[in-house]
C-alpha cells in the first residue's frame, strides 16, 4: 500500500504554493501486486461522464470504489446509493489530506479548469489516475503533467478515450504506422460539436447573477479560478462554452478524433504554428464558433511527404470537401471524422470506428486490409486497473501519450482568441514566438490561493 501523505505538511504545502514535488525526494512507488484490489476514489461522481466512468472502473472485479467526491450534495447522494460504503467529502483537497490511506487510484471527471490542480495533487500523493479529456486546461499545465509524470514513471494514468478501443481506430494506426498508404500528406479532422444546447451555451448570452443551485458549493467548483458570482448556464453543464471553464467542442472531442495521428506517427512531437479561423468575433467569456484551425508540425521522416504536415481541425460539422480528396460524391458516415490524405490513397475513420481506405476511387474496408494483427476486444477502463494490479495490458491513452493530443487541442482552442493569426509555436519557451500578447494571455492562469497546481521542483 502507497504510505500516506502527511496530513500537516499536505494542507500546509496546498496553499498559494502548492505541494512541492521533487523527483529526488518522491518514494517511488511500484504498480500493486496482481493480487491486491485496486481501492479507487471517484471525483465527479455523475456528471456527463463521471457516472459512466465510476460504472465502468466498478465493474471490474477487482475494484472497490472507497471514496466519493464532489461539489455537488446531489451529486454525491446519487453515487452513495450504488457505494454505500465509501467515504464522502467535497473538497478533493480534504481527500488527500486526510483519506490518502483509503484509496490507491483516483478518477478525475469534474470540468476542464479544474483538471490539472486534482491530477497533478494525485500524482503528487502517488495515486494512479484516471483523468478526464482534455487533460489539462492552460498550456502551462502541460509541461507541469510532463514533469510529473517523470518524478513518478510507476504510476499507471489514462486518459478517458474510450473509442480508442474500438477495432477500427486500433486498425487505422496500424495501417498509417507500416505506410500501407504511402507517405502522409495532411490530415482532416472535424466534429459536429458544439450543437447541442444541453452542453453549450450556443449564444453566448450570460445570465444575471443568481444564488447557485442547492447543495452546490460554488466556491469549490470554482476551484483555481477567480472569484465571480454564479450565473444561470454556467454548472452543472454548460461550462463547456466558458472560457475560463471548459475548451468548447475542440477541446471535448479533440482526443476522440485526433488520438490516431499521434499514435501512427510519433513524429508529431509539438507544433510549430497554429491557425484558427472563426466565424464569431472573440468575446471575453466564450469560447468562438464555428471555427477552422491548422495545426503545424515540422517533421523530417519517411513517413510524410513533405517536412511539414499540417492537420486541419474544425468543429460545427465542416466536412472537407470529397471531391478535392478524389472520393466519389455522398456523405461522410458520421459527423465526427478523422480523415489522413497519403501519397497512396485516402484513410477516413469515423469516431466510432468505421474505417475506409480509399485508392484511386475504389472502397476498401479498412479493417480487410492486408498485414493487419488481430484485434482482441479492449475494454478501455479495465485495461487501467488491470495495470494498476500490475497485470501488463494494452492501455489506451496513457498520460504521455494524451499531452500530445492536448497540447494540439489547446493551441486550436486557445488560438480562438485572435481569429486569422497565425501563431508560431515555441513549447520550450511557453510562448507564441511572433506574438507577445498571445504569450501574455493564452498560456496560463493565475490560480487562485489554495487551488493552484503543485508545482514540480
Partial sequence: MIPPINRRRFMWTTGAAGLALSARTWPQTP?????????VLCIGVVGTIGGEDRRQV?????????????VDAGALAQAAKDHPRAFQCRDYRDAFANKGEQFDAVIVSTPDHSHAPIMLSALACGKHVY??????????????????LIARPALVTQLGNQRMAFAGRRAAVEILRQGMLGKALEAHVWIGSPNNRAYFNLDRGIAEPTPPPPGLD?????????EVPYRAGMAPVVWRSWWNYGSNGLGDWGCHVLDVLFYAYDELRSPIAVLNHCQQAPKLDFHPHPCRSTITYAVDSPHFSRKQFPIHYS??????????????????????????????????????????????????AGLKMPGLPEFEPLNHWHAWVDNCLGKKTELRSPFRDALRMTEAVQLAVKAGRFPGQELRWDKASLSFTNHPEASATLVRRSYRDGFAPPPVA
Avoid at 466498478?58 to 467526491?69: E, F, K, M, Q, Y
Fill in 58 to 70: 466498478a465493474s471490474h472485479p477487482l475494484v472497490d470504489i472507497t471514496g466519493l467526491c464532489d
Fill in 31 to 39: 504498480a500493486l501486486a496482481p493480487s491486491t484490489r485496486l481501492r
Fill in 315 to 364: 468543429d460545427s460539422a465542416q466536412a472537407v470537401s470529397r471531391a478535392a480528396l478524389g472520393l466519389p460524391a455522398g456523405k461522410f458516415a458520421d459527423e465526427n471524422m478523422t480523415v489522413v490524405v497519403c501519397e497512396g490513397g485516402v484513410l477516413t475513420l469515423t469516431a466510432a470506428g468505421r474505417l475506409e481506405v480509399w485508392r484511386e476511387g475504389q472502397l476498401t
Fill in 131 to 148: 483523468g478526464q479529456k482534455p487533460l489539462v486546461h492552460q498550456l502551462e499545465e502541460i509541461n507541469m503533467m510532463e514533469k510529473a
Fill in 218 to 226: 460554488w466556491n469549490l467548483w470554482l476551484g483555481p479560478c477567480a
